[in-house]
């Protein structure tokens, strides 16, 4: 049972240009969570997403900054016009629909740096 | 709002000593606690999690952490430090079910462990 993958692993872009990271959930799990760590930071809470529905987005950045998981295919977490500060992991995390005991299964993570 | 506090940023241990990590949480409702380690460059791996069962709870790879509602603490320990330990270590809680209905888990800054031979 393959595990949470992410790509690219590592992304570089320069400051304007546009950011796509892709998530595909471990099999059976519907429920996926986007998380940001800054260096020398703690994984911070970005959203939430099932399937076509986006249920939390409350550490999401009001701006630039957007999610989908559609029907078919990865989660895919958007940053538009790209700053210095976006540079951090960003991860992905799944799970499956039921309840909070269940364990957040994590991606080895995208490393954007923006130039 | 849930928050968690890991004592030390940095621990360092002989190998064969005891390992202690600490982790302290505020909620404000009954918790659920995990731990996680993350290698270089690599993504999160959970070491154990404490979900209102036993509150001794053992994990993977000689861990274990215990709940204390008193101290409002779950303090990771391991016996005896080994070379692969080295790495850096997560606590993070999840309580009930947010307004928003979103499981998400608030992390600690981390603690790297070094293991000196």
């Known amino acids: 049972n393959a595990g949470v993958m992410q790509n690219p692993r590592h992304l570089v872009r320069r400051r304007g240009q546009e950011a796509r990271l892709r998530c595909s959930p471990m099999?059976?799990?519907?429920?996926v969570y986007w998380y940001r760590q800054l260096p020398e930071e703690g994984l911070k809470f970005m959203v939430y997403?099932?399937?076509?529905?986006?249920?939390?987005e409350s550490g999401m950045p009001k701006e630039r900054f957007s999610a989908e998981f559609p029907k078919e295919g990865p989660s895919i977490l958007r940053i538009q016009q790209v700053v210095r500060g976006d540079s951090a992991a960003y991860f992905c995390?799944?799970?499956?629909?039921?309840?909070?005991?269940?364990?957040?299964?994590f991606g080895p993570g995208t490393r954007l740096t923006v130039l | 709002a849930q928050s968690v506090t890991q004592l030390g940023s940095h621990v360092s241990v002989s190998e064969g000593a005891l390992v202690l990590l600490r982790c302290n949480y505020s909620?404000?409702?009954?918790?659920?606690l995990f731990w996680y380690v993350q290698y270089p460059n690599q993504g999160l791996q959970l070491l154990l999690k404490?979900?209102?069962?036993?509150?001794l709870v053992k994990g993977i790879n000689g861990f274990e952490a215990e709940f204390k509602k008193s101290e409002t603490s779950f303090h990771l320990t391991k016996p005896s430090a080994h070379m692969s330990d080295a790495a850096e270590y997560f606590c993070?809680?999840?309580?009930?079910?947010?307004?928003?209905?979103?499981?998400?888990?608030?992390f600690g800054k981390g603690t790297k462990l070094s293991v000196i031979p």
């Open positions: 995390a799944s799970s499956p629909p039921g309840s909070i005991t269940d364990t957040q299964y």
């Open positions: 099999k059976g799990h519907s429920h």
């Open positions: 997403l099932q399937k076509e529905n986006i249920i939390d």
């Open positions: 909620s404000s409702v009954p918790p659920y």
């Open positions: 404490y979900t209102s069962a036993a509150t």
């Open positions: 993070a809680v999840s309580d009930t079910w947010s307004g928003a209905g979103s499981y998400q888990l608030t």
